[in-house]
Nanobody, 115 residues
Framework: QVQLVESGGGLVQPGGSLRLSCAAS????????KGWYRQAPGKQRELVAG???????NYADSVKGRFTISRDNAKNTVYLQMTSLKPEDTAVYYC?????????WGKGTLVTVSS
């Protein structure tokens, strides 16, 4: 069974850092881990950071300069390094990827930024 599993969320104080990971598992022939999204309470899911078709990165304006997306293709894993976290970054973070021509989402990991 193919799945994406996020980890690394938790409670952090404003100004702190977290590193999220998302690993794909199962029988996989072709994979393209596309990016990270988040959904805050009462809000729509939004793109946080992703990879373009050409392999470059793009970020939401609200996280530019603070978040960095990267991936390890050998491990089928995508990461999101988050620094200078703010209370408004509080949300459930989801990773998204195309695996064997199907769109997959993880179940999410909760990030809470609070003092």
């Amino acid at each position: 069974q193919v799945q994406l599993v996020e980890s690394g969320g938790g409670l952090v104080q404003p100004g702190g850092s977290l590193r999220l990971s998302c690993a794909a598992s199962g029988s996989i022939f072709a994979i393209n881990l596309k990016g990270w999204y988040r959904q805050a309470p009462g809000k729509q899911r939004e793109l946080v950071a992703g990879f373009t078709a050409g392999g470059s990165t793009n970020y939401a304006d609200s996280v530019k300069g603070r978040f960095t997306i990267s991936r390890d293709n050998a491990k089928n894993t995508v990461y999101l390094q988050m620094t200078s976290l703010k209370p408004e970054d509080t949300a459930v973070y989801y990773c998204n990827g195309f695996i064997d021509r199907m769109d997959y989402w993880g179940k999410g990991t909760l990030v809470t930024v609070s003092s």
